[in-house]
C-alpha cells in the first residue's frame, strides 16, 4: 500500500481484467440458485467468487456472503466507504495515478488481497447459516480453500446431507460426511435438480 509504484501495478492488472468482469453475465446455476431463495429453499449462498455474479442474478444481499469480496465495487481502505468501480477506473486510465477516496483514502477493488484477513463478520454469517441449514450443497469448488472450506462441514457434522457437485475431485470426496458426490458441470447438473425439488419438472 505504500508503494506508489506496485498500486500502479496492482490498478494496471485489475484494469486488464474489468472489462471481463464488467461484462460477464450469470448462468444457469446462478439464476437456479435465485429460484431457491424464491422458493424460501435458501439459507445463504457461501462464496469466494469475486466476480459478482450471484448479486447480478437476483440473489439477496441478506443471503449472500462473499467470503473474498466482490469486484463490483471499490473500497476506501481508509473510511471503508465503497462505491461503483467505473469512475475510479476512468480515472485511473486518464492520469495514470491509483485512484483515491475523497477522504484522501486508497481506494482498490473490494477483494481480498494476499496478506489480507477475510473479514470476521463475514466468517461468522457463514458459520452461522450452515449451523441452521437443513442441508449443503458444495458447488464448482475443489473445497482446497480454508477456511472457506470448512463451512459445509459445519452443516454436515450436524449429520445433514452434504452434496458435491464439481467437474474435477476435490478435497472432501472421500470424507465419510459426504452424502452425494456428483462430477460434472454445475450449470448443467444444477438447474433440472431445482427444478424438480421445486416441482416444476412437466
Same mark, same amino acid.
Given at each position: 500500500?505504500?508503494?506508489?509504484?506496485?498500486?500502479?501495478?496492482?490498478?494496471?492488472?485489475?484494469?486488464?481484467?474489468?472489462?471481463?468482469?464488467?461484462?460477464?453475465?450469470?448462468?444457469?446455476?446462478?439464476?437456479?440458485?435465485?429460484?431457491?431463495?424464491?422458493?424460501?429453499?435458501?439459507?445463504?449462498?457461501?462464496?469466494?467468487?469475486?466476480?459478482?455474479?450471484?448479486?447480478?442474478?437476483?440473489?439477496?444481499?441478506?443471503?449472500?456472503?462473499?467470503?473474498?469480496?466482490?469486484?463490483?465495487?471499490?473500497?476506501?481502505?481508509?473510511?471503508?466507504?465503497?462505491?461503483? $468501480?467505473?469512475?475510479?477506473?476512468?480515472?485511473?486510465?486518464?492520469?495514470?495515478?491509483? $485512484?483515491?477516496?475523497?477522504?484522501?483514502?486508497?481506494?482498490?477493488?473490494?477483494?481480498?488481497?494476499?496478506?489480507?484477513?477475510?473479514?470476521?463478520?463475514?466468517?461468522?454469517?457463514?458459520?452461522?447459516?450452515?449451523?441452521?441449514?437443513?442441508?449443503?450443497?458444495?458447488?464448482?469448488?475443489?473445497?482446497?480453500?480454508?477456511?472457506?472450506?470448512?463451512?459445509?462441514?459445519?452443516?454436515?457434522?450436524?449429520?445433514?446431507?452434504?452434496?458435491?457437485?464439481?467437474?474435477?475431485?476435490?478435497?472432501?470426496?472421500?470424507?465419510?460426511?459426504?452424502?452425494?458426490?456428483?462430477?460434472?458441470?454445475?450449470?448443467?447438473?444444477?438447474?433440472?435438480?431445482?427444478?424438480?425439488?421445486?416441482?416444476?419438472?412437466?
Amino acid at each position: 500500500m505504500s508503494s506508489e509504484e506496485a498500486r500502479v501495478e496492482h490498478w494496471d492488472y485489475k484494469l486488464e481484467s474489468w472489462p471481463a468482469f464488467r461484462d460477464a453475465q450469470p448462468n444457469a446455476s446462478h439464476k437456479s440458485i435465485v429460484r431457491l431463495e424464491a422458493a424460501g429453499k435458501l439459507q445463504a449462498v457461501v462464496t469466494q467468487n469475486i466476480d459478482g455474479l450471484h448479486a447480478r442474478a437476483g440473489t439477496s444481499p441478506q443471503r449472500l456472503i462473499e467470503l473474498h469480496g466482490t469486484n463490483r465495487l471499490v473500497e476506501c481502505q481508509a473510511c471503508g466507504a465503497v462505491s461503483a $468501480p467505473e469512475p475510479a477506473f476512468d480515472q485511473f486510465r486518464k492520469t495514470r495515478h491509483p $485512484p483515491l477516496c475523497e477522504c484522501g483514502g486508497f481506494l482498490k477493488p473490494a477483494t481480498i488481497s494476499f496478506g489480507q484477513n477475510l473479514r470476521q463478520r463475514d466468517l461468522e454469517r457463514a458459520q452461522e447459516a450452515a449451523e441452521q441449514a437443513d442441508a449443503v450443497l458444495a458447488l464448482g469448488s475443489t473445497l482446497s480453500v480454508y477456511p472457506a472450506a470448512n463451512i459445509p462441514l459445519i452443516t454436515a457434522s450436524r449429520g445433514r446431507p452434504y452434496i458435491i457437485i464439481n467437474r474435477g475431485t476435490t478435497e472432501h470426496d472421500e470424507l465419510p460426511q459426504v452424502t452425494l458426490r456428483l462430477e460434472g458441470d454445475v450449470s448443467e447438473i444444477l438447474p433440472p435438480a431445482v427444478e424438480e425439488a421445486l416441482g416444476e419438472v412437466p
